[in-house]
């Protein structure tokens, strides 16, 4: 309670309004499964479009498990995504090494060693690596020495460095070669004139390398060495060929530069404190190892490492490798923040409310497949606001995916049959078969963001392919869809729709997939909204204060058409006060708020009953 001990006039602020609650997102998504390139542990990266995939984890090209092709199904899965009206998903990549592969502690070579090639510096071999492992990282790299201008300005014997004149910044390790000719563009090596840039008391620049320091009133032309990081992937070495990924313009060789090769390309090592670089899609890194202290050794570093890349042009980076087929304890993944991978890294994101893995269902045995289910569910069921969405076996017939669907029960998920059939432009099939978890995801935010998270997300067209890898005609639906299996079907003049908004569980009250998933919304919403009212006195302001927040809430979903009833009051109540708590509540500190709401169910079954009538009839 304020004090008032003087007097005067004091103007307060009050609220006189309840406080409101927002509706969290419903449509973001979570993916794990494998690819050809990324990150393989840390936090799950967010992918707001298939080229920004393509960028981290890789084109959409066939894995090589141990020599054997195999779809990559998370690829397709998030192009699906985004192709039928996604937003925004965060991508886990799984991966599980070769037989032979060893494990590193660091993110760069955990869980298997990346591509990489070697080089000599100051006789000691380092390796310019591929941050991550799969063959995505068998890279060329085109380097080129350049110079940015003359930097060597004035009448002779009254010289000094200005970068301002040639819009290039003279910094502190700045490498800068000497050299009779002025001529711009690629410059070859020559380690005897190459110096680095230091500032004596009075911040005149000074020139030094291990035979000394430059007089600048007897050298002829000095000009600051960068160079040039061209990444290219592609099958030749000669780094004409390939499509280019990623380029670093004007690179120090120095370490003591800002922008030396080493720093901006550099290796992270959360366990040894090294940060990543800001852009984590950053392809490849320079493993230099201990860098010297003393500053004649530090230019002899720039020196050598400006020779050994102009020696080596175009460094081609191999060994990288997909591994093995990702197992159910790859996919389930493990650890926490910098260390986590798998289902345990999409843990981490409190925004993710829908959660895949794709192509699952084509890995492993049947067993590895139901074990993987499993763990999708009881991921959504632990984390309480989150839905899982599975698929059975390719080409499982009516009789197999009954059999899948009899393995399971849950409120958090649903079943969808049969799998997409889409184009597969660039390869030698004509056709591929595809896992619908992608494509249902998508369509679960369309229907979120178009029409709201109350509406089932069925009666949808499915975009993006040629047709489903089975025609399930109303007879077999007539069997598949009491049992909790959503099919997928062709309708003539109205294409490929989704026919089917069931969840797998046994329980009548949760047989909607749309349903379920209001709840998931509002006690989510509920949940990150009314955090104030913790440690806030229990008295009755406090309840009438939640009471308002809640019923405010509420009726936004009733109006958006959620709730059913014509009156707020026939569609939902909230109850918090004595009735709702008893004394030993109020002694241990309960607050305990009762909430009641009418969720509206999908049309089904639309049935008209016609029957003949004449003007001497009436109805009973």
């Not at 007539?478 to 997928?488: K, M, R, S």
């Amino acid at each position: 309670m304020p004090e008032y001990l003087a007097p005067g006039v004091y103007v307060e602020e009050t609220s006189f309004r309840a406080k409101s609650i927002e509706g969290v997102a419903t449509s973001t998504a979570g993916f794990v499964g494998q690819a050809r390139f990324g990150p393989t542990r840390g936090l799950p990266s967010l992918v707001t479009s298939f080229e920004e995939f393509q960028r981290i984890f890789g084109d959409a090209d066939d894995l090589l498990f141990e020599g054997v092709p195999a779809t990559n199904h998370l690829a397709h899965a998030v192009r699906l995504f985004f192709e039928n009206g996604g937003k925004r998903v965060y991508v886990a990549r799984a991966f599980r090494p070769a037989a032979g592969e060893s494990a590193g502690s660091s993110r760069a070579h955990s869980p298997a060693s990346p591509a990489s090639e070697a080089i000599s510096l100051l006789g000691t071999v380092r390796f310019v690596r591929a941050r991550f492992p799969g063959r995505a990282g068998n890279l060329v790299i085109g380097t080129q020495a350049t110079r940015s201008g003359n930097l060597l300005v004035g009448a002779a014997g009254n010289r000094t460095l200005s970068g301002v004149r040639y819009g290039d910044m003279v910094e502190a390790g700045a490498a800068v070669k000497e050299r009779l000719v002025a001529t711009s563009g690629p410059q070859a090596a020559v380690g005897a004139n190459l110096y680095a840039v230091s500032f004596d008391s009075a911040g005149r620049p000074v020139l030094s390398n291990a035979g000394g320091a430059l007089d600048l009133n007897a050298a002829s032309v000095a000009a600051v060495q960068k160079v040039t990081v061209d990444i290219r992937v592609g099958p030749n070495g000669d780094g004409s060929t390939g499509t280019r990924v990623e380029q670093f313009l004007r690179l120090s060789p120095h370490p003591d530069s800002e922008s030396f090769v080493g720093r901006v390309l550099r290796h992270e090592d959360p366990a040894a404190g090294v940060e990543p670089p800001a852009d984590r899609s950053q392809r490849v890194y320079f493993d230099l190892g201990d860098l010297p202290s003393l500053a004649g050794e530090r230019t002899s570093l720039a020196r050598d490492l400006l020779i050994a890349l102009v020696t080596h042009p175009n460094l081609t980076l191999s060994g990288g490798s997909d591994g093995r087929v990702a197992d159910p304890a790859t996919i389930g993944g493990g650890g926490s923040g910098d260390a986590a991978n798998g289902l345990a890294a999409l843990a981490e994101i409190e925004d993710i409310a829908i959660v895949a893995a794709p192509g699952s269902a084509a890995q492993g045995s049947s067993d590895d497949q139901q074990t993987i289910r499993d763990a999708l569910i009881a991921h959504c069921e632990l984390l309480r606001y989150r839905f899982a969405i599975l698929a059975g076996p390719a080409n499982a017939d009516q009789g197999q995916i009954r059999e899948v669907r009899g393995q399971h029960d849950s409120k958090y998920a649903a079943l969808y049959y049969p799998w997409l059939v889409t184009s597969a432009p660039g390869g030698a099939r004509e056709t591929m078969l595809l896992s619908p978890e992608g494509a249902m995801a998508g369509v679960y935010a369309r229907s979120d963001i178009e029409r709201g998270v109350h509406k089932a997300p069925a009666n949808e067209t499915v975009r993006g392919i040629l047709r489903f890898s089975r025609n399930v005609n109303k007879g077999e639906q007539d069997v598949l869809n009491p049992e909790g299996i959503n099919c997928l079907r062709f309708f003539e003049g109205r294409g490929q729709r989704v026919w089917g908004a069931r969840t797998i569980s046994s329980d009548p009250e949760w047989t909607y997939v749309n349903v379920r998933r209001l709840f998931i919304y509002m006690e989510h919403s509920i949940d990150r909204g009314t955090q104030w009212a913790v440690f806030e006195p229990n008295n009755e302001e406090l309840w009438l204060k939640v009471r308002l927040t809640i019923e405010g809430f509420l009726y936004d979903v009733w109006r958006s058409g959620a709730l059913l009833g014509a009156r707020p009051e026939d569609a939902y109540f909230v109850r918090c006060d004595r009735s709702t708590m008893s004394q030993s509540d109020l002694d241990n500190g309960r607050l305990i708020c009762l909430i009641g709401v009418a969720p509206t169910k999908p049309a089904e079954f639309v049935i008209f009953r016609i029957g003949q009538w004449t003007a001497d009839a009436s109805i009973v």
